[in-house]
């Protein structure tokens, strides 16, 4: 397992919420969750390890120390919105990217831990927001895509060196074309959807 980056089209999924939690999801979310350490990020989805289910881990200090903050959300759904708030966002699949986006200032989130027990949350500040940014990766939303004319300006270049970059492993055969990467995912989606 590893993460992908932008453009790579599994980054563009609209995931499939799963049907049970089993082991293979329990082994997935912990090689999520190492994968989120070891990038030193705050939240990782299952579209950014090339999988198309409906989940992603989350650890606000980004430090597996920080036990009581490691979260894991499976069929995540945010229920109500409130307000708006604007703050610099980055993302694993997009490194070294960072602009502002506007979100809801709080929302109110249903989803299942990986005890299969339910969930339901009211968040604010940063939870909110990563929670957002999360659920958006699950519908093949990117940060990038909800920016403001100029911080897309902003980004654009950042944007194409990554294309070129995709564009070489490809060429490389490091990265399967299209149809071989969605009927990869239809099998996947068939086993756990
Ligand atoms: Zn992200």
Redesign the pocket.
């Given at each position: 397992m590893r993460i992908i980056k932008y453009p790579h089209p599994t980054l563009r999924h609209q995931s499939k919420p799963l049907r049970r939690v089993d082991s293979e999801v329990k082994r997935i979310i912990h090689e999520m969750l190492d994968l989120m350490y070891a990038g030193q990020g705050i939240?990782l989805?299952a579209n950014?390890v090339d999988l198309p289910y409906r989940m992603f881990v989350m650890n606000l200090e980004s430090d597996p120390q920080a036990e009581d903050q490691q979260h894991v959300f499976i069929n995540p759904v945010i229920a109500r919105r409130n307000g708006t708030a604007e703050d610099e966002e980055g993302?694993?699949?997009?490194p070294e990217i960072f602009a502002p986006v506007k979100r809801s200032q709080q929302i109110v989130l249903s989803a299942y831990d990986l005890c299969g027990e339910e969930l339901h949350c009211e968040l604010d500040g940063l939870f909110a927001r990563a929670i957002q940014?999360?659920c958006d990766?699950l519908d093949g939303v990117?940060?990038v895509d909800r920016l403001s004319d100029s911080a897309k300006l902003s980004v654009k270049e950042a944007l194409g060196e990554l294309e070129l970059e995709f564009a070489g492993l490809r060429r490389r055969g490091e990265i399967p074309d299209d149809e071989q990467i969605a009927t990869r995912l239809r099998e996947l989606e068939e086993l756990r959807t």
């Open positions: 939240g989805a950014q993302c694993l699949s997009l940014h999360e990766h990117l940060f």
